[in-house]
């Protein structure tokens, strides 16, 4: 029972719920990813308290450190054309609020009865493996990354290559989505290849002030 | 359908790379740039009004302040101009001297010139301060001769003011031997250098057609493939008495007209060397006596005389009514005249690339509002 | 077509680097060079000769000055002789009329008894904040009246202050001798023959008890003319100017200055006889370098007050360079 | 640390503290000091390679100039563009800071290690992901339309070479077989504290590798495309002024320094060299210190010799270098290290190498023939990569200059 | 902290962050708004993986491996659902979840 690390939890549970409250509430949504990204430093933190180093490092690496640029480059491109003027959240958002405390309520009671069985088994886990003679009594070995690597390449290797499928679909999917085709518009041509054309008699369509007239495929 | 609108930027007048007070109205499409307006004339200084007014030497030192880099070949020109419309023929050592000051005033614009280019590439001023080095060393010289390091008022009708005496052609001597070390530091310095050619090959394009079209004169005109020199088309002041080339590009790119300005460098040294050779003892006399230059009187008429000047033809038009000073003075300026091709020069390339093109044409505001 | 007209042999074709980019071999090039000057100028001597391109090759300007040529032009003064007192300027409005932004504003003095106009100036007025220094004023000046100095540090608080009238003008024929021996030399007889006829068509009254100029003068006169004394052994081509004594300086100053300059002359007597204005920086330059701690003499010579400098700008200078001095434990 | 101070009588948990907070004031010190001299020596250096004299009025030879700059920025006002988003133009350099002070948790001074994370490596890499989360926030909240372009365009760049900077690392952790910076440290101090990874041919080009890609995270020439003050006037800088700029300037210099630590120690085996285990102890320590210093200060003089030659790459060829060029070389580089690996530690998989070769090299006895076949074998796979990519992506590509007519007729080019 | 903190601590801290994402995820308009709400629901998912695998099985592997899973999956779903909310913004104009409704009757 050491109070620091009560203290450190309360602290961290504090930070997280708070910035995750915040990212609902809050009006501009530049400011509620900003708070996102809070929440993600807030969970990588408790990460760290429950000495799951890699998976805290894991965490700000892909949380923060690049599904937030993400989010981020996401609402700058879509900003919204008629300003913030528009209701944050629908007229009948009071609804999701009792789903999600109903939901709430029905969770933590059936977490609080199962406290004392979860106690004993944990009690139990924290005994380290029995002493073998000649080494010092060997303390808890948490699994770190090490374990890890082996039992992606051991055990859960089949879903280890599953992943790694998804995330190429992934990858390629989101480019296929979000790719503007750029042909449709003309290329700006430069001085000499205009003299190019000129000389092969290319005459390019102009309209008045000299802009390039986009053939007539483009209208639409 | 949703289109990326076009971007209007401002670049300018107070920006870092834009050589003086500059102003590009550039409206860009995502990174290309689609069309870019110049906007001049903050630097306007009413010079052509002036030389109606002041009398023919009163107007002498004005002409310093056109292309502030190069003040002895502003001379030069105009002293030419008022000596073939008053027919004052001047003295051989004279020549040779006007000779030798522009040669050197070349090598010091083509250094800092392409030093300020670098700079805006981003090469954080070495290269620059190389050249500013020697820069300073020829400063120094015209500083001993002339009075003034930048605005020289060195030369008069029919002759220069201050004939040079021995210590400075052993100093001459003495700087002449450190220049190819500098040229080949420069050279050594960025010419094949990866970013370099990546930043300037094949960037502002100017065909030779074009080029012609557009007028430009200068390392401009000879970077796009077109031999044309005034010092060799139509050889002033001693000129054809020197064995020396004119060097010229092939595709007309910036990387081209970087070229074509240090294989310059390298002919005014080569110019440089044989004037100090063929220099005249100082028995000729290094002014025309019989001038009277305050009270100057030109026949009315009218005459045109052009000098190579680094930048380009720098040309004095003069029309005299009989009287002590001009009727009209125009001064035909090559940067003016090059900077009118840069907004057809830059269409088509990223906004990187618009300060550098600008920077290869080397222009100086002061030329170009008057 | 091709415009040029040029025989061939006299264009050649600049060989560019088309080939494709190399494993940046020419970047590396680059990066030796600028670490072969990086070696030079961190290890090698300061750059004092003209020709080598290597080495530090600034001057740290306060401490270290370059000496300025003879030709140098600044701002115009206007010339008296040390001994007679009188100006050489005879108010024949040549200067006034060439020059360009018509700056100098000139009246002609009245013999007080009879009213004629006489050939002297009663007042001069120079606007040196638009003077642009283009020298015209001293070459067209038929009495060598005018000259053009030396001093740049004019830089001064109050606007009006640049129109200098007549007495802040004069400087002694010793002084201008000072900075241009040669450029004086040459027009020396002249001027002393025009201004002996001048004298005499002036009237006792004029110009000869001009108030300030002969109390100032003479005190000045006594001390310039050992400064022309201790100037350094003139060698073949004379060195190159050294910078002036400040007209008004108090005297204990004024006498500090010559002791420094003579200790340096002495030191330097024995010096490169090559005399060059930049190779005159090079020993002002090493004396810095190396006279710290050695001989008693400060390092590098102490700047000369600007003449018209302010009061409060003169003190406060002073203050600084008293800081400086007890700084360096002198 | 913690134990010393329980022997004084402290609590426990109150000596863990107060020990933390000692390290965490002694880092803090260091790096802010780091940076303070990192500035005056880039200007020295620079100065000195112009053939002109650096800053040497402020103090002995210039010494106090950093610290002059600091007061000057400090007073400078600091002014907060009107319609820009208060918050986030505040916070903007608070991030940046707070990130690159968060790695300096991880990195090493010489032997002293603050805190040893078995996931160190990658803990630097994700605190210098976070960078790009200050630059977004600087170039939004300043409501400029330069600010947000070079914004864009400074993540854009982190994010594509931070992608190569991590996988520049994977040689070394595999080379080492763990994460932590303390056993990469130990594994590079055989042959007398000249084992370094970079004498190794896979060493050798992730080192290069590493040290391109941290010169654009870093945004140093020629990657400073961010703040390329001849095209856009700052970037995302461009609304800061006074000490909020001070703070930028502040953690771009730390963040240079924690990278030429890192590389320090990942290639250069920061903190050995010969003699230090000699010592042992206290004074081993400093000249672990010494010698780290001595490593990180060399990198960053090649930094600042490159800074002062080469021009700055154009937006779009430095996306091109990072995807075209650095990705491959860096994914070949891996495939050697693999190769590496597996020659000098496995025996089982490999029958036939150990019975012409003998057992694999332990620590102390190494097996210079197996040694001798991964030296080669890697030097072929990587040699021969760089010069296959250079020549692919190489190439002098003439556009701008003509235009076929089908390619007009497409609208394509 | 093992010792001093109870497992159920933690579950209801993952449970509170769980509800907040969905309430969030529910009551946003703006779709960007909902993948966030969707990322703090999967990270209270992965702090629940990580709590049981400290608490009760801390030598294994499972929770911190089936944790970088549900991070992966997490990483993937939000770059395909923000090109998604790009397209949808080329096109519509708008990311408003409500006015997007074509399919509605």
């Known amino acids: 029972m050491n109070p620091i690390a009560i203290g450190v939890f309360i602290v961290i549970a504090l930070l997280t719920l708070g910035s995750g409250i915040m990212v609902v509430t809050v009006r501009n949504i530049i400011h509620s990813a900003l708070w996102l990204i809070a929440s993600f430093i807030g969970v990588a933190a408790l990460y760290l308290l429950m000495e799951a180093e890699f998976l805290a490092v894991v965490q700000i690496l892909v949380y923060a450190g690049a599904v937030s640029i993400l989010v981020l480059f996401a609402i700058m491109l879509t900003r919204q054309v008629t300003g913030e003027g528009v209701r944050v959240v629908f007229e009948r958002w009071w609804v999701a609020l009792l789903i999600a405390l109903g939901l709430f309520g029905v969770i933590v009671p059936t977490l609080w009865q199962h406290g004392s069985t979860w106690e004993e088994a944990s009690k139990l886990a924290q005994v380290g493996p029995a002493p073998v003679e000649g080494t010092a009594a060997a303390g808890l070995q948490v699994a770190t990354a090490t374990e890890i690597g082996r039992s992606f390449m051991g055990e859960y290797l089949l879903p280890f290559e599953v992943i790694s499928i998804l995330l190429l679909m992934a990858l390629i999917g989101a480019i296929v989505i979000a790719y503007e085709e750029r042909t449709r518009r003309r290329r700006v041509l430069t001085l000499a290849e205009e003299l190019a054309l000129k000389k092969r008699g290319i005459v390019e369509p102009r309209d008045a002030e000299g802009a390039v007239v986009a053939l007539d495929s483009e209208q639409a | 359908m949703l289109k990326t609108e076009e971007l209007q930027i401002n670049i300018g007048p107070q920006h870092p790379s834009t050589h003086g007070v500059f102003r590009m109205l550039v409206t860009v499409d995502g990174e290309t740039l689609v069309d870019l307006k110049p906007v001049f004339g903050y630097l306007h200084r009413n010079h052509e009004q002036l030389g109606e007014v002041n009398t023919y030497l009163q107007n002498m030192p004005f002409t310093d302040r056109l292309d502030y880099f190069n003040s002895m070949v502003n001379n030069h020109a105009y002293a030419r101009a008022v000596e073939t419309l008053a027919g004052v023929e001047v003295p051989e050592r004279a020549q040779y001297i006007r000779v030798i000051m522009d040669e050197l005033s070349r090598i010091l614009n083509h250094a800092t010139a392409m030093g300020f280019m670098l700079g805006d590439m981003g090469a954080w001023q070495t290269a620059l301060l190389w050249g500013m080095r020697e820069r300073e060393k020829i400063l120094d010289m015209f500083e001993y001769v002339s009075g003034a390091r930048m605005m020289c008022n060195y030369c008069r009708f029919g002759g220069v003011v201050r004939d040079i005496d021995d210590w400075f052609i052993t100093e001459l001597k003495k700087l002449m031997q450190g220049l190819p070390h500098y040229f080949d530091d420069f050279e050594g310095l960025l010419l094949n250098s990866e970013i370099l050619l990546a930043r300037a090959r094949n960037i502002g394009v100017l065909p030779k057609e074009l080029a012609l079209a557009y007028s430009v004169t200068g390392p401009v005109l000879r970077g796009s493939g077109v031999a044309y020199d005034i010092r060799k088309a139509e050889p002033y002041a001693v000129y054809d008495r020197f064995k020396f080339k004119v060097p010229v590009g092939t595709v007309g790119d910036v990387y081209d007209r970087f070229l074509v300005r240090i294989a310059e460098m390298r002919e005014s040294y080569k110019i440089l060397e044989q004037a100090i050779e063929q220099l005249p003892d100082a028995t000729g006399g290094f002014i025309n006596p019989k001038v009277k230059q305050q009270s100057l009187k030109a026949p009315a008429g009218e005459a045109y005389a052009r000098v190579e000047s680094p930048k380009g033809e720098l040309g004095f038009y003069l029309v005299s009514d009989g009287s002590g000073s001009a009727y009209r003075y125009k001064v035909r300026a090559p940067s003016f005249i090059n900077l009118s091709s840069l907004a057809d020069m830059c269409k088509g390339y990223s906004i990187a690339d618009v300060v550098v093109i600008l920077g290869s044409i080397d222009i100086v505001m002061g030329e170009v509002d008057r | 077509m091709t415009l040029s007209h040029l025989a061939t042999e006299d264009v050649f074709v600049v060989e560019r680097n088309d080939a494709d980019f190399r494993a940046g071999q020419g970047m590396t090039k680059g990066l030796g060079i600028v670490f072969r000057k990086f070696r030079k100028a961190l290890f090698g001597k300061p750059n004092s000769d003209r020709a080598d391109t290597e080495g530090q090759f600034n001057v740290q300007y306060p401490e270290e000055r370059l000496v300025l040529p003879e030709a140098y032009r600044n701002m115009p003064i206007l010339l008296y002789d040390d001994a007679t007192g009188h100006e050489l300027c005879t108010s024949c409005f040549q200067c006034e009329r060439i020059c360009p932004p018509q700056v100098i504003h000139i009246t002609q003095a009245k013999d007080p008894a009879t009213g004629k106009p006489v050939p002297a100036a009663a007042n001069f007025v120079l606007e040196y904040d638009t003077c642009m220094s283009c020298g015209y004023c001293a070459e067209v000046c038929p009495f060598d009246a005018i000259k053009m100095d030396h001093d740049f540090e004019l830089s001064t608080g109050n606007h009006p202050e640049l129109d200098v009238n007549y007495d802040r003008l004069l400087r002694p024929i010793s002084y201008y001798e000072a900075i241009a021996p040669t450029m004086w030399s040459d027009v020396k007889e002249q001027a002393m023959k025009k201004l002996q006829n001048n004298i005499k068509r002036r009237p006792g009254a004029i110009g000869r008890d001009h108030g300030q100029k002969v109390k100032g003068g003479a005190a000045v006169a006594v001390a310039a003319t050992p400064v022309a004394g201790a100037a350094p052994a003139a060698a073949a081509k004379p060195r190159g100017p050294v910078a002036a004594i400040g007209k008004n300086m108090p005297e204990e100053k004024v006498a500090k200055l010559i002791s420094i300059r003579a200790a340096n002359a002495a030191k330097r007597g024995g010096g490169d006889a090559g005399a060059a204005p930049v190779a005159e920086a090079a020993p002002i330059v090493e004396t810095v370098v190396d006279t710290p701690a050695a001989s008693a003499a400060p390092s590098g010579p102490v700047a000369a007050i600007g003449q018209n400098m302010s009061e409060d700008k003169r003190a406060k200078l002073e203050a600084i360079r008293a800081a400086k001095r007890a700084q360096r434990g002198e | ?413 | ?105």
Request: glycine content about 10%; aromatic content about 10%.
């Open chain 5, 1 to 105: 902290m093992v010792g001093s903190v109870p497992l159920v601590w933690v579950l209801t801290l993952a449970a509170g962050l769980f509800c907040i994402g969905l309430f969030g995820a529910l009551s946003r308009r703006n779709i960007v708004g909902m993948l966030m709400g969707i990322e703090l629901m999967l990270n209270s998912v992965n702090i629940n993986l990580v709590a049981f695998w400290r608490y009760l099985q801390p030598t294994g592997t499972a929770g911190l491996v089936f944790a970088i899973f549900t991070i992966a999956v997490a990483a993937a779903e939000v770059a395909v659902g923000l090109a998604m909310v790009i397209a949808i913004y080329r096109a519509r104009l708008t990311i408003n979840a409500d006015e997007i409704d074509t399919l509605k009757g």
């Open chain 4, 1 to 413: 640390m913690a134990d010393a101070l329980t022997q004084l009588g402290f609590a426990s948990w109150l000596s863990v503290l107060i020990a933390s907070i000692i390290k965490v004031t002694l880092i803090l010190v260091g790096g802010s000091v780091g940076m303070m001299f990192l500035t005056w020596y880039e200007r020295r250096a620079i100065s000195y390679m112009q053939d002109r004299r650096g800053p040497n009025r402020v103090g002995p030879q210039g010494l106090l100039q950093p610290i002059s700059e600091a007061i000057k920025t400090m007073t400078k006002e600091d002014a907060t563009p009107r319609e820009a988003d208060r918050i986030v133009h505040f916070l903007a350099p608070v991030v940046m800071l707070g990130a690159t002070v968060l790695s300096f948790a991880v990195i090493p001074w010489g032997r002293m290690f603050p805190v040893d994370l078995n996931a160190a490596v990658l803990f630097v890499i994700a605190t210098g992901g976070l960078h790009s989360i200050g630059m977004m926030m600087a170039g939004w909240g300043s409501n400029n339309k330069f600010a947000l372009l070079g914004g864009m365009r400074g993540v854009a760049q982190l994010i594509s070479y931070e992608i190569p900077q991590v996988m520049a690392i994977i040689p070394v952790v595999l080379m080492t077989g763990s994460m932590s910076l303390q056993k990469i440290v130990e594994a590079q101090n055989d042959f007398g504290g000249l084992g370094w990874f970079v004498f190794s041919p896979v060493g050798l080009l992730g080192f290069a590798l590493f040290f391109t890609a941290s010169l654009a995270e870093g945004e140093r020439t020629p990657f400073d495309i961010p703040e390329a003050d001849s095209e856009i006037i700052a970037g995302y800088m461009t609304e800061y002024s006074g000490m909020k700029f001070a703070v930028f300037y502040l953690s771009n210099y730390m963040s240079n320094l924690a990278v030429c630590f890192i590389t320090a120690t990942l290639y250069l085996g920061g903190g050995n060299g010969p003699g230090v285990d000699a010592l042992g102890g206290f004074a081993g320590g400093l000249l672990s210190l010494i010698y780290f210093l001595l490593k990180s200060f060399a990198l960053f003089f090649i930094m600042v010799l490159i800074r002062a030659t080469v021009p700055r790459l154009r937006v779009d060829q430095l996306m091109g270098f990072a995807w075209k060029f650095l990705l491959p070389l860096v994914l070949v580089n891996i495939l050697s290290a693999s190769f590496w690996v597996a020659l000098l530690r496995w025996d089982q998989q490999w029958p036939q190498l150990t019975e012409w070769f003998g057992a694999p090299s332990t620590a102390d006895a190494t097996n210079w023939g197996r040694l001798a076949i991964a030296v080669v074998l890697t030097l072929l796979i990587n040699a021969g990569a760089v010069a296959l990519i250079m020549r692919l992506t190489n190439r002098n590509v003439q556009k701008h200059l003509y235009t076929t007519d089908e390619e007009l007729a497409l609208g394509l080019s």
